[in-house]
């Protein structure tokens, strides 16, 4: 069982440790936001401290304090699982289950060092000597925050707080979800009177596109959205070609799938998006739709209540008529 009591682990980290941070495959802003603000707390209380990721991240988080610090599983396998295997304590961040760092799962369970989970993903797994998991923070960035406070410190510098604020604001949809409180607010305050700048950091993040990025959610919106109003649900498909054609990069389609819930009545949107060896999907819901358990059941995928994603092996139809095809199967829910 997972000590959720941390006194063990503030007297095991009283002394310099080699610390390692890994999250999850396709890092979001929180994955990287939460990993990169724990990684400024670690190495200001004197730590070494090394962070992994599964594989590459889009260029809008490519500003991040620490962010050229970052090792990638793909492509630099040795390297990146000889950091995991030589940690002492290893931090496990914004994933609930070790298959979500993809390529990483059995480094991680097979590795000799102290674990640590600190998620907000329901139904976390019991592989870590440690965990913090509160499914109701808006952000694993924000449990962070919380974390430091439980080992009697404060987030030290500016450079933390960025990373901290930009996984809160990503994760929170820049704090307009419901999972937004005033703990979170209350964190935010606390960054930026570290000198965190909340409008600096939302033009970072979001007003840095490419004018490709720009045509291709016109494109996603004007050609390829799809309404089921009978079933409060809407969705959008790109297939390999598309991609192509709108010189498609990493993150191009982040939030693409918020668009259509925008629409009076839709509670429930996905989008479809074909890579070379699969189909990779995201669901987001308004309301009590539960696309995490929609993610699980048919998409080998996961999340949360309103946010989840999910896979297909299936042509990129084939999935859509799937999802098309399950949809009169839930009809009392998405009212
Ligand atoms: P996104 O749609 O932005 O990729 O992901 C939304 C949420 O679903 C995130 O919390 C993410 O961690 C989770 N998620 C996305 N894809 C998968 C998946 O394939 N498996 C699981 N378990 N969770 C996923
Ligand atoms: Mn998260």
């Known amino acids: 069982m997972s000590k959720t009591d941390f006194t063990e682990l503030k007297a095991l980290l009283s002394t310099p440790k080699q610390i390692a941070i890994v999250s999850h495959k396709s890092p979001d802003g929180d994955a990287i936001g939460s990993s990169l603000g724990l990684y400024h707390y670690l190495v200001s209380n004197g730590h070494k401290v090394d962070v992994i990721m599964p594989n590459d991240y889009p260029t809008f988080l490519k500003w991040m304090p620490g962010t050229d610090k970052v090792v990638f599983h793909e492509g630099n396998e040795a390297n990146a699982e000889s950091l995991i295997n030589a940690a002492e304590v290893l931090f496990c961040l914004d994933f609930n289950t070790p298959s979500r760092a993809f390529g990483l799962e059995d480094v991680i369970l097979r590795s000799k060092n102290v674990k640590v989970m600190i998620d907000h993903h329901p139904q976390p797994d019991d592989f870590a000597d440690f965990i913090l998991s509160d499914t109701s923070a808006c952000s694993t960035a924000q449990l962070i925050h919380r974390y430091a406070e439980m080992m009697g410190d404060k987030i030290p ?148 209540r309103n946010a989840a994603g999910g896979k297909s092996d299936l042509g990129l139809q084939e999935t859509i008529d799937k999802f098309v095809g399950l949809l009169p199967e839930y009809a009392d829910k998405l009212k």
């Open 157 to 304: 510098n500016k450079e933390s707080g960025e990373c901290l604020y930009t996984g809160i604001m990503t994760d929170s949809g820049s704090f307009r979800f419901p999972s937004t409180t005033a703990e979170t607010h209350r964190i935010v305050a606390d960054l930026m009177d570290l000198g965190v700048d909340n409008a600096e950091v939302y033009n970072l993040v979001n007003n840095t596109s490419s004018e490709h990025r720009l045509r291709l959610l016109g494109y996603c919106i004007d050609d390829k959205l799809n309404v089921f109003s009978k079933y409060g649900t809407a969705f959008i498909s790109l297939s390999l070609e598309e991609k192509k054609r709108f010189h498609f990069q990493k993150g191009d389609t982040e939030g693409t799938v918020n668009y259509p819930l925008s629409i009076e009545g839709v509670c429930f949107s996905a989008i479809f998006i074909e890579a070379e060896e699969l189909i990779k999907i995201s669901f987001r819901s308004i309301g009590d739709f539960d696309v995490n358990m929609f993610a699980r059941t048919h998409f080998e995928g996961g999340g949360h």
